[in-house]
């Protein structure tokens, strides 16, 4: 089953630039891409920096609107009907962004659950079996500002899981972590996957997508280079892993 369907997806960006006589000028960050993802699986985007995968990660989550082409969540016109996307889905974006600092983890997960509507019951249980979920329970009244990144990032996952989605969006959740912190999030994501849940991610990390992604997407200037199951892709290009694929593909605009 199909939960998400992209078909000639374009976007375009218009600026001005100059000081006096401006004149507007158009970017195409997304020149006519397309790809499905299946229910339960989990969908690599990659490509190097200003490829267009945020873009896409954008409009995936109705944060950004398409200038052209048809894009479907859940089986929704990202266009048409936000209202009935935005319950279903959520989003986390690597760094340290989309929490409170000041606050506790359990306070942040409680702020979360409000703008979701979730009632003070439902909190109550749900709240504390997340903290568990991403290791945290021990320090769920510690503030966020005394937290490493690992940490941070575990409970943006948390974070990501409140309203229960039905599809996570995760843009370099990665990104700046040591390697046993990125290690025991890899593990969570598994663990949401053998849980049902269909995960799109982005990363710059080859290994990362090969070790987690059924398929990927290797998008590039706005197109997608390669798509397909991610060992078929690699034995059908003649490479011997992921990294030698998308060095092949990419070329230099690797970042890895």
């Known amino acids: 089953m199909k939960v998400i369907e992209v078909i000639d997806l374009k976007r375009v960006y218009n600026s001005k630039i100059g000081i006096f006589n401006k004149k507007s000028v158009a970017t195409q960050a997304l020149k006519g891409i397309s790809f499905s993802v299946e229910k339960g699986e989990v969908f690599g985007l990659l490509g190097p920096n200003g490829a267009g995968k945020t873009t896409t990660i954008k409009i995936l989550t109705t944060m950004l609107l398409p200038t052209s082409g048809k894009v479907t969540i859940l ?5 048409k009907e936000t ?3 935005r319950p279903r889905i959520n989003f986390i974006f690597g760094g340290e962004r989309s929490l409170y600092w000041r606050l506790s983890a359990y ?3 409680r702020y979360f659950s409000d703008l979701y509507k979730i009632d003070i019951k439902t909190q109550r249980k749900a709240i504390p079996e997340l903290l568990e979920l991403v ?6 009244h510690h503030k966020v500002e ?6 941070k990032q575990r409970l943006q996952i948390a974070r990501g899981l409140i309203n229960k989605p039905e599809i996570l ?3 370099e959740p990665t990104i700046g972590l040591d390697p046993t912190s990125a290690i025991e999030l890899r593990k969570i994501i598994k663990n949401l996957v053998s849980k049902g849940t269909t995960i799109l991610i982005t990363t710059h990390y080859m290994q990362e997508a090969e070790e987690l992604c059924d398929r990927v997407s290797i ?20 490479e011997k892993n992921l990294e030698d694929l998308y060095l092949k593909v990419v070329g230099d605009g690797y970042e890895g």
């Open 146 to 151: 005394t937290f490493s990144k690992g940490m």
């Open 219 to 238: 998008i590039s200037d706005g197109q997608i280079l390669a798509i397909g199951e991610t060992s078929n892709l690699i034995k059908e290009n003649g």
């Open 135 to 140: 290791g945290l329970s021990e320090k769920a």
């Open 75 to 79: 089986g929704n016109d990202v266009s």
């Open 169 to 171: 969006f995760l843009d």
């Open 107 to 109: 306070e942040n997960l």
């Open 83 to 85: 209202n009935k996307i």
